[in-house]
C-alpha cells in the first residue's frame, strides 16, 4: 500500500472527526443522535490503523483471514477438501457452473503442487467469469425484479473489464445516459421507480434498497420513526436519502434512464410517535448533511428541457460518496456481501443488519477484507482471490466428527443460485452445446425452459435469495416437467447417448464425473451397478432413472 | 396510541435484556440445537406450501398434531355480500328491500328468504351481527380485512391462510397447509404471506385444477416413480454422512409432499364425487370449489380458502342477489350438513365473509353501496361456539348497538378457537416483535367454547 494515500485517509478521518464533533457541540438533542456517526468514524479509526499494521506483516491476506478464522474455531476442523470438492465449488464460484467430466479428471490427474492456484486465475480470467459475476449481482442487486439487456450489458462489461467495484457502484448511482455502454445502470432505479398496479411510485422502497444493498443497512422502520429496536436507525437516516430519491424519475427512453430535479429546500418529516417537525436536507445514512446551495436567479421563463441535468444534483453527491474507501460502511457491506456469497454465511448477518448493537462474527476479518479491499482499489478479483486462496474457504464440507456450525471448521452448504443450477444441469447433462450453442443466440427449447425452470427455481421478486427453502414446485418440476425429462432423453451426444454404449462401470464413472463432478466411491459403485442391468432392453431406461436421482438428489443442488 | 407504544417499548427492552433482538449468535449452538420445537411447528415446518424443512416434523411432533388438529375453511365473497339479504334482513323497514326473512333451526331466529338451506342447518354455525370495520374500498380494504387490519408497523401482513400456516403448521396429512380453491387461474401464489415469506403462500388450484406438474409424467410409470424416488433418496443419504441433515430432509419433504399430492390426484377428479354430491352443493363454481373444500378438509388440508368473485352489487342490487346467495346458500349449507355428520365440526372451523356488508340505503340503479359500518360474518366449529347469534343493528340495519367488533376482534377468536397458545400470538420478524392480531382487540368471549 502506498504511504501517501494513507496518510491522506488518516488526516480525512480525523478531519471529519472533528467537524462531526462540532456538529455534535450544536445539538441539543440527545447525545446518542450521532452515537453512529462516532461509532463508524471510530471504527474507521480502527479500521486504518490496523490497516497500518497488517501492512507491515508481509503476510498475504488470505493467510492473515485464516489466522483470524482458526483463532475462534474451537472443536474439530474439517480437513482441506478433497480435489475434487475444490473444482467444483470454485467452478460454480467463478465461472456459474459446475466442471465438465473432463475439466475434473483432468483437474483430478494434474500432480503439479500449484494446481488449486492455477484453476483459480484461469477461472478469474476466463470467459465465463462476466456472466457469472453478473449473474450473481443481477440476482442481488434486483433481487428477480425482471431483466434487461442494457442492465445485463453493463454488467457484464463492467465485470469482464474488473472495473472497481465502488466505480461499477458510482455508475448504477449515478446513470449517465450519455455512455451507451454504462447506461443499462439505470435499470437499478427505473425498475424500482416503475408503479404497480395502482400503487404510488415506491420511493420510500428505492430508498430502503440503496440503504440495505450498498451499506447494509435496512432502514425500513426508520422511515416513519426512530428504529425501535435499533438505536442507530434514525429516522433522519432514511429521509435524507428519501429525500435524494424523492426527486428522480423514469426518463422516457428505449434503455433504462432517469431524470432528476434540483432539491431547492429541506425535507420536513415527523415522527408517527411525536409531533415535532424535523428537517433534513439530502444525506447518506450516518453521513454528515449535504448543503443545498440557494436557487439559482430567476431563468427566463423558457421551457426546461426535462432531460437536462439538475442545477443542483443530490445524486452526484451521493454517488461521488457513497461509495468511496472512506465510507466504512460501504466498504464493510461490500466486504461481507462478497463473503457471504462465497461461504454461505455473512460476517454480520442478517446481511442488511449492520448497526453496533449486531457486531461481526469475526470483526478482524470483516475489518481486513474491508480496508484491503478499498486499499486495492476495490478489485473484486483481488477480493475474490484471496478468499479463495484460504484454507478458510477451500476447507472440506464434509467431517467425521461434528464442529461447531458458524465458525467456519468446515465449508458450509450453499444452495446453488437457479441461475447456477440450470446452467450445471446443462453441463451435467450434457445438452448445453445443443440448447444454448452461443449465448447470445440462445435456442427457443433453451428460452422456454430457462423461464419454466427460473419459476420453480428462482426466489419471487423482490425476496432476497439468501436461504435455502427447498420447494413443493421444484420437486414437481423435476418429478413430471417434460422439459426436465428430456434432457435425459438419448439425443445429439448427450450424457445418456454418450454413455449408452459404455460397459457398467464406465457408465457409473462417467455418470459420477458428469453429474457430481467427482468419482463414486466404493458403496456408490455398489449401489449404482445394480442399477444398469444386462439386459439391453431396459438398459436405457434405468440408466436414465440413475440420472435423474443423482440430479434430483440433494448433492446436485448445493455447492459443497 | 401511547400505551401501545409503551408497551412495544418495555416489550423491546426485554428482548433486548433476553438477547433476542439478533439472530442468536453463531458460535454457541449447533444448528440441530437452533432447530427447537417452537420453530419447528412455527417457522420451517409451516412451509409446506411451497417449501420449507418440515420433513424434521416426522415423528416427534406429529403425535401432538393429531390430538389437536383444528382446521379451517374459508369462504371469501368477494365484492362484498349484503347481509341485508342474508345473515340481518330488516324486512319490511324503510332500507329492508322486497325480500322476506324466514325462521332456521335455532329458535326466534331469522336470516333472508334466499338462503332456505343455510335456514335448516343454521345451528351448525354462529352468526356475528355487529361487525364494525374501518375501510369501505376494495382496493385497500381486502388486504385490511384478510391481514386482521392489524396496527401499522410497516410491514405487509400475511393474509390469514398464511398466518395459520405459520402458526400451525402442515397437519400429519403432508400435505400443504394452506390451499386455495378458486375461479381463473392458479398455481404458487405467495401474494398472501406478507412478510412471512414465500413458503407461507397457498397453493392455489385455478378452478379446482390442480397446479403445473402433478400429474405424473406419461414416461413414467408409477412403479418407476417409487424406484427413482428411492434411488435419489438412497443418494442424498450417502450426501448427508458426514454433513448438516438438515438440507437433506429439507429435499426429501418437499418430494414428499410432491408424492403425496400427486397420490391425492383424486382430489382434482370430479367423477370420484357422487352425482348426489354434486347436486347438492351445486354444479356451478362456487358449489364445486366448496365441495373440493370439504374435500381437501378431509384429506388433511390445515387451511382452505374458497374464493368467489362479483359480489360487488351497486346496481340492481336485489336481481343479483336473487342470482349469487342461492350459489352460496346451497354449498354452504350442504358443508355444514356434511362435516356435522362427520363429526369434524369440533374441529373445522368455517368462516364466510367479505371485505365489507352493503348499504342500508338503496342507491338510485337499486343498488347497495359499501357498508363496513354495520354487517355480519359467519363463523363456527373447531373453538368457536356454533348455534349462537352475537350482537345486532339498529332496526334499520345501519349500525350496530351496544359492541362493535373489528376484524381484529375476529382475528383473535379465531386464533383463540383454533388452539394457538399465548406465547405464538407474536410473530418474530428479525428481531421485529409483531402482534398477529390487533393489539387492541380481544376476543369474542361469547364465542368461545
Same mark, same amino acid.
Given at each position: ?94 465461472a456459474g457452473r459446475i466442471p465438465t467430466a473432463d475439466e475434473t479428471r483432468s483437474f483430478l490427474q494434474d500432480d503439479s503442487k500449484d494446481k488449486r492456484e492455477a484453476l483459480i486465475e484461469r477461472l478469474l480470467s476466463g470467459p465465463e467469469y462476466a456472466t457469472a459475476m453478473a449473474g450473481l449481482f443481477n440476482v442481488m442487486l434486483m433481487e428477480r425484479r425482471g431483466e434487461n439487456a442494457d442492465w445485463d450489458r453493463f454488467l457484464k462489461t463492467s465485470f469482464a473489464a474488473n472495473q472497481p467495484w465502488n466505480e461499477l457502484v458510482r455508475q448504477i448511482l449515478l446513470p449517465s445516459a450519455d455512455n451507451e455502454e ?5 435499470? !437499478? ?122 442545477? !443542483? ?163 414437481? !418440476? ?83 | ?83 341485508? /339479504? ?8 324503510q332500507f329492508g328491500g322486497p325480500f322476506r326473512a324466514i325462521p332456521t333451526s335455532l329458535p326466534g331466529v331469522h336470516i333472508g328468504e334466499l338462503m332456505p338451506h343455510t335456514a335448516k342447518v343454521l345451528h351448525h354455525t354462529s352468526i356475528v351481527r355487529s361487525v364494525h370495520t374501518q375501510d369501505n374500498s376494495h382496493s385497500a380494504g381486502v388486504g385490511r380485512i384478510n391481514r386482521g387490519d392489524p396496527k401499522n408497523r410497516g410491514v405487509v401482513y400475511p393474509y390469514l391462510g398464511s398466518a395459520v400456516a405459520k402458526l400451525m403448521g402442515p397437519t400429519a396429512s403432508g400435505l400443504p397447509p394452506y390451499c386455495w380453491v378458486k375461479p381463473y387461474s392458479g398455481g404458487f401464489k405467495t401474494a398472501d404471506a406478507g412478510f412471512l415469506g414465500a413458503k407461507y403462500g397457498a397453493l392455489a388450484f385455478g378452478d379446482g385444477k390442480p397446479p403445473n406438474n402433478l400429474l405424473l409424467n406419461k414416461q413414467i410409470t408409477a412403479e418407476e416413480n417409487t424406484a427413482r424416488n428411492e434411488l435419489r433418496a438412497a443418494f442424498s443419504e450417502r450426501f ?100 356435522? /355428520? ?30 363496513? /359500518? ?76
Open positions: 500500500m502506498n504511504e501517501p494515500h494513507k496518510r491522506d485517509r488518516l488526516r480525512l478521518a480525523v478531519k471529519r472527526r472533528q467537524e462531526c464533533d462540532v456538529v455534535l457541540s450544536c445539538e441539543q438533542s440527545l447525545p446518542r443522535r450521532n452515537l453512529v456517526v462516532r461509532a463508524l468514524l471510530c471504527n474507521l479509526f480502527i479500521v486504518l490503523l490496523l490497516a497500518a499494521r497488517v501492512s507491515h506483516a508481509a503476510d498475504p491476506v488470505h493467510q492473515q483471514i485464516d489466522r483470524l478464522i482458526e483463532a475462534k474455531i474451537t472443536g474439530p476442523v474439517a480437513p482441506r477438501s478433497p480435489d475434487a470438492e475444490f473444482i467444483r465449488r470454485v467452478t460454480l464460484d467463478l454504462s447506461r443499462g445502470s439505470a435499470w !437499478f432505479y427505473k425498475r424500482r421507480l416503475e408503479k404497480s398496479g395502482q400503487q404510488p411510485t415506491d420511493y420510500a422502497g428505492l430508498t430502503r434498497d440503496v440503504g440495505r444493498l450498498f451499506l447494509g443497512v435496512d432502514l425500513q422502520c426508520a422511515e416513519c420513526h426512530d428504529h425501535l429496536m435499533i438505536d442507530d436507525y434514525k429516522q433522519q437516516e432514511f429521509q435524507g436519502l428519501f429525500s435524494v430519491y424523492k426527486n428522480v424519475s423514469i426518463r422516457n427512453e428505449k434503455f433504462p434512464a432517469i431524470n432528476e430535479k434540483s432539491i431547492t429546500e429541506k425535507l420536513e418529516f415527523i415522527s408517527v410517535f411525536g409531533s415535532e417537525h424535523q428537517v433534513t436536507g439530502p444525506r447518506i445514512p450516518f453521513g454528515a448533511e449535504f448543503e443545498i446551495p440557494p436557487p439559482p436567479e430567476e431563468q427566463p421563463k423558457k421551457k426546461p428541457d426535462p432531460n437536462a441535468p439538475p442545477a !443542483f444534483s443530490s445524486l452526484k453527491l451521493i454517488a461521488a460518496n457513497l461509495p468511496s474507501p472512506e465510507n466504512s460502511l460501504f466498504c464493510r457491506n461490500s466486504a461481507n456481501r462478497i463473503w457471504f456469497a462465497l461461504m454461505g454465511q455473512g460476517l454480520v448477518e442478517p446481511l442488511d443488519q449492520f448497526h453496533s448493537d449486531n457486531q461481526a462474527t469475526h470483526p478482524e476479518v470483516l475489518n481486513l477484507l474491508a480496508t484491503e479491499f478499498a486499499a486495492h482499489e476495490f478489485d473484486l478479483k483481488w477480493l475474490l482471490r484471496q478468499i479463495i486462496l484460504s484454507e478458510t474457504y477451500q476447507r472440506s464440507s464434509r467431517t467425521s466428527e461434528e464442529t461447531i456450525e458458524g465458525t467456519y471448521a468446515r465449508a458450509r452448504l450453499r444452495r446453488l443460485t437457479a441461475d447456477q443450477h440450470l446452467a450445471s444441469l446443462l453441463v451435467a447433462t450434457g445438452n448445453l452445446q445443443r440448447l444454448l450453442p452461443s449465448e447470445s443466440e440462445p435456442s427457443e427449447q433453451y428460452t422456454e425452459l430457462q423461464k419454466e425452470f427460473l419459476s420453480a427455481f428462482a426466489a419471487e421478486p423482490k425476496e432476497p435469495a439468501l436461504s435455502y427453502a427447498p420447494a413443493v414446485k421444484q420437486a414437481l !418440476f423435476q418429478l413430471n416437467e417434460s422439459q426436465f425429462l428430456n434432457l435425459l432423453t438419448p439425443q445429439e451426444n448427450n450424457l445418456t447417448e454418450r454413455i449408452s454404449k459404455l460397459q457398467p462401470r464406465d457408465v457409473i464413472d462417467e455418470c459420477f464425473l458428469s453429474i457430481f463432478s467427482r468419482l463414486p466411491t466404493v458403496s456408490e459403485r455398489e449401489l449404482a451397478i445394480d442399477q444398469i442391468p444386462d439386459n439391453e432392453a431396459s438398459r436405457a431406461a434405468r440408466i436414465q432413472r440413475l440420472v435423474w436421482a443423482m440430479l434430483t438428489s440433494i448433492e446436485f443442488a448445493v455447492n459443497h | 396510541m401511547a400505551s401501545s407504544i409503551c408497551r412495544l417499548t418495555t416489550k423491546t427492552t426485554t428482548l433486548k435484556q433476553n438477547g433476542m433482538t439478533h439472530a442468536p449468535h453463531p458460535l454457541c449452538s449447533t444448528s440441530e440445537h437452533q432447530l427447537s420445537r417452537r420453530q419447528l411447528l412455527g417457522s420451517a415446518a409451516a412451509g409446506a406450501g411451497t417449501g420449507g424443512l418440515g420433513g424434521l416434523l416426522q415423528p416427534a411432533v406429529a403425535e401432538e398434531l393429531k390430538r389437536d388438529d383444528k382446521q379451517v375453511i374459508f369462504v371469501w365473497l368477494d365484492g362484498g355480500m349484503s347481509q341485508l /339479504e342474508s345473515w340481518d334482513p330488516k324486512p319490511n323497514t448427508s454422512q458426514g454433513r448438516s441433515k438438515d438440507w437433506t430432509d429439507a429435499n426429501s419433504y418437499v418430494f414428499d409432499v410432491a408424492d403425496t399430492l400427486m397420490k391425492r390426484m383424486d382430489l382434482f377428479d370430479e367423477s370420484k364425487v357422487s352425482e348426489q354430491d354434486r347436486d347438492r352443493y351445486g354444479r356451478h363454481a362456487l358449489g364445486r370449489h366448496m365441495l373440493m373444500a370439504r374435500r381437501l378438509i378431509e384429506a388433511g388440508v390445515r387451511f382452505v380458502k374458497v374464493n368467489s368473485y362479483h359480489w360487488d352489487s351497486h346496481g340492481d342490487n336485489f336481481n343479483a342477489c336473487q342470482s349469487l346467495i342461492p350459489q352460496f346458500d346451497r354449498p354452504f349449507a350442504a358443508l355444514l350438513e356434511d362435516l356435522n /355428520e362427520r363429526g369434524m365440526l369440533d374441529n373445522v372451523l368455517v368462516i364466510a365473509m367479505s371485505e365489507f356488508g352493503r348499504t342500508p340505503k338503496i342507491n338510485s340503479h337499486v343498488g347497495r353501496d359499501h357498508w363496513p /359500518e354495520a354487517w355480519s360474518v359467519a363463523m363456527g366449529g373447531a373453538g368457536i361456539k356454533r348455534g349462537h347469534v352475537i350482537g345486532r343493528t339498529n332496526e334499520l340495519g345501519t349500525f350496530v348497538e351496544d359492541q362493535e367488533y373489528d376484524v381484529g376482534h375476529l382475528f383473535h377468536t379465531w386464533f383463540r378457537g383454533l388452539g394457538v397458545s399465548e406465547e405464538m400470538m407474536e410473530y418474530d420478524n428479525d428481531g421485529q416483535p409483531l402482534p398477529v392480531a390487533h393489539d387492541d382487540c380481544f376476543p369474542i368471549k361469547e364465542l368461545l367454547a
